[in-house]
């Protein structure tokens, strides 16, 4: 079953705890991202990655950290530092940049309690 | 900065009748413009690009450069049409495009 999994579906975080939402694609796709979804704010840009062992900060980075150790994977981490991190999450990859097209996982929503 | 503009939240048109869904960018590059889709309860999901020049699902959507636009269309809306769209940009950095930024969305609502 091809396509770019996030998990889990719904998470929950005390405040001050760090938590990290896991992305994974087989898609075989160099280009990943992060975006944080808000009502009325639209898909805001976390942070993105091109190529394995390279990531670049997005429009919101901060309170947030990446890795990309491996193609397949880019998990992002919401640290205690983030404000405001109840949001709904989405993880997307595509082939590379330019006018290709995109795909999505199904989206991870955060609850601090 | 770069930046995608949706000025509408929500859009409610009557079947039939034609749909506009604005969309405008701010970058002095060479634009890729896309449009998204997210259905009730699916992923989000391509719609169209610009540079296809295609008609999908009887949308269009034109670039024009010159109003830094690039307005989605369709002449009769269906009730099916009902979701949130989200215009996109790609941006290019020294050769490596890579980063793809939306704008807010906006709801169409199709009322029978």
């Known amino acids: 079953d091809g396509g770019i999994t996030q998990s889990p579906k719904y998470l929950f975080r005390k405040e001050g705890q760090n938590v990290t939402l896991s992305c994974e694609q087989n898609?075989?796709?160099?280009?990943m991202y992060w975006y944080r979804q808000d009502p009325g704010q639209g898909l805001r840009l976390i942070y993105y990655?091109?190529?394995?062992?390279?990531?670049q900060k997005g429009d919101i980075a901060e309170g947030y950290s990446v890795s990309r150790e491996k193609k397949e994977s880019f998990p992002l981490t919401v640290t205690s530092a983030q404000k405001n991190p109840t949001a709904f999450y989405l993880c997307?990859?595509?082939?590379?940049?330019?006018?290709?097209?995109?795909?999505f996982g199904q989206g991870t929503r955060l609850t601090v309690v | 900065a770069q930046r995608v503009t949706q000025p509408e939240k929500l859009l409610s048109v009557f079947k039939g009748a034609p749909v506009e869904l604005k969309c405008n960018y701010s970058?002095?590059?060479?634009?890729?413009l896309f449009w998204y889709v997210q259905y009730s309860r699916q992923r989000l999901q391509l719609l169209l690009r610009?540079?296809s020049r295609e008609s999908i699902k009887g949308f269009t959507a034109d670039l024009n450069k010159g109003e830094t636009s690039f307005h989605l269309k369709k002449p009769f809306a269906q009730e099916e049409d009902s979701a949130m769209y989200y215009c996109?940009?790609?941006?290019?950095?020294?050769?490596?495009?890579?980063?793809?930024?939306f704008g807010t969305g906006t709801l169409l609502a199709v009322q029978p």
């Open positions: 610009h540079i």
């Open positions: 996109a940009l790609s941006l290019h950095y020294g050769g490596a495009t890579n980063k793809l930024i």
């Open positions: 970058y002095s590059g060479s634009p890729e």
């Open positions: 997307a990859s595509r082939t590379g940049g330019g006018n290709t097209e995109a795909f």
């Open positions: 990655s091109q190529i394995v062992n390279d990531f």
């Open positions: 898609l075989n796709h160099d280009a």
